[in-house]
């Protein structure tokens, strides 16, 4: 639970029920922050029904070591992470998405979230480890992962859904310990 003025965050675990919840705030973040890096026609067309398939997946489907963990306030979902524990032989776990609603960006709930998902990792991943991708031209994004304490270690391009070809840098915690720490 999180404590932010009055309103009070709470985290979970991803239930079929969110399903709608997670597409929503994954397509829209989509259609903000990779304007210009993705085709418009996907972004205008496609991003939803796209979302919501691999969302569908991922939550009728789960990974052995997948772990979807939602923030709430009261019966909304204001964000989301999604987490494979040991997915890496040198960077361990990866955060394959970590999601706010633009409504409630700025209210501490991406630090809830990596730190649940730290919590997850020191509890049941062999690697201590963290790491996730993100879009080279997203500078606010490297910015906030900077400020939690993560590290640039590597530049790659990622190919998008509809086959566009974007530089990302790859972000690392070396232990997840530390969000438990702060």
């Known amino acids: 639970m999180f404590l932010k003025g009055i309103t009070v965050f709470t985290v979970r675990p991803a239930t079929l029920q969110d399903l709608q919840a997670i597409t929503h705030i994954h397509a829209v973040n989509w259609q903000t922050i990779y304007r ?87 509890q049941q991943a062999h690697a201590a480890s963290m790491y996730l991708e993100v879009l080279a031209a997203n500078d606010a994004a490297q910015a906030f992962y900077q400020h939690m304490g993560g590290h640039n270690i590597h530049a790659q391009q990622w190919e998008a859904p509809e086959g566009s070809i974007v530089d990302e840098y790859v972000i690392h915690w070396p232990d997840a310990a530390h969000f438990l720490a702060a």
């Open 36 to 122: 210009g890096q993705l085709t418009q026609a996907y972004l205008e067309n496609d991003v939803f029904p796209e979302r919501l398939s691999l969302w569908q997946q991922r939550i009728g489907q789960p990974a052995a070591n997948q772990h979807i963990l939602v923030a709430c306030d009261n019966d909304t979902v204001t964000g989301f992470i999604c987490l494979y524990l040991d997915h890496h032989p040198q960077w361990g776990s990866i955060v394959d998405n970590l999601h706010v609603d633009s409504r409630y960006k700025g209210q501490g709930i991406g630090a809830m979230l990596l730190n649940h998902a730290a919590s997850v990792i020191h």
